[in-house]
């Protein structure tokens, strides 16, 4: 009967719930088969018919932040990128920095010169004979997608500086990218796809998706923290700060922004336990 239920997504657009959708997100959270039942016997009875996709997350979230923090961190990754607004700024330095961690040297927000205008490139990502261009797309709301238009236009730049000869020897490669924390419509995944533009958005591509790529690496944003405040994580990326590493490696960094001792180990533990990789404790 619930699967006969409308809710409401943050496009506005009507779809049917679905349990196994719930389940598998907070599978993918890493929560147990136990978590996940408890939390969808308690969840089902308070459905109601166009019940919003941001309700049901909020009690999800709730529930499970009942059974572990770090899971609960985990399940809100999503939201927690979106905290980086509203600039996109923040979003780039976090691409950056999983660069860095598969050996990139790495660059943020470069002016190149291309053939025939200059460019500003979000993230250069270089290893020896290896050039990496990366456009980041980024979004502080739920129910946006990136179009056509952009692999478009990012294309044409990007073949503007290869004209100019960024390749200075015949064993020195260039690979664009695109990364996005939310989705690419059909159209901009063909083209991109038909240009050989590296496409990375939250679901794409399968196994390597942006959030696959961080839960692998345990390269997580302080934003989706369960145990600070939004006021608080907004403390912090003013001063600088995009990654919950930094909280733990630094330990006088939240007593800095005011938080008493009393909840600074509980945070770190948090931290600690959020950014050991996925692919090493399966």
């Not at 943050?10 to 890493?30: D, P, T, V, Y």
């Not at 250069?124 to 997608?145: F, L």
């Not at 009393?262 to 533990?269: A, L, Q, V």
Request: charged residues 25%.
């Amino acid at each position: 009967m619930f699967n006969n239920i409308n809710v409401i997504k943050a496009s506005g657009k009507k779809e049917f719930f679905s349990i196994e959708k719930l389940k598998n997100s907070l599978m993918r959270a890493h929560a147990t088969n136990e978590e996940i039942q408890n939390i969808v016997d308690t969840l089902l009875p308070k459905l109601y018919e166009n019940i919003s996709t941001k309700k049901i997350y909020t009690e999800a979230f709730k529930l499970l932040r009942s059974y572990s923090r770090t899971k609960a961190s985990r399940y809100q990754l999503k939201r927690g990128l979106m905290e980086f607004g509203p600039t996109g700024f923040p979003f780039e330095r976090f691409v950056g920095e999983l660069f860095k961690h598969q050996g990139y040297n790495v660059q943020v927000d470069v002016t190149v010169q291309g053939k025939c205008v200059t460019h500003e490139i979000d993230v250069i990502a270089t290893k020896p004979n290896e050039i990496n261009y990366v456009e980041c797309k980024y979004r502080n709301q739920q129910g946006y997608s990136v179009d056509v238009k952009n692999p478009l236009y990012i294309y044409a730049r990007f073949q503007d500086v290869l004209d100019n000869g960024l390749l200075q020897s015949e064993k020195e490669t260039f690979q664009g990218y695109i990364a996005t924390n939310t989705k690419f419509t059909e159209d901009a995944l063909a083209y991109g796809n038909c240009k050989n533009l590296k496409l990375i958005s939250w679901n794409y591509p399968i196994g390597n998706s942006l959030k696959d790529i961080i839960d692998n690496s345990g390269i997580y944003p302080l934003t989706c923290l369960a145990t600070l405040t939004k006021n608080e994580k907004q403390l912090l990326l003013k001063e600088g700060y995009i990654l919950v590493k930094e909280i733990f490696e630094q330990p006088d960094l939240l007593k800095s922004i005011g938080i008493k001792e009393t909840r600074i180990e509980t945070i770190k533990k948090e931290g600690i336990l959020l950014c050991q990789p996925l692919a090493t404790t399966r």
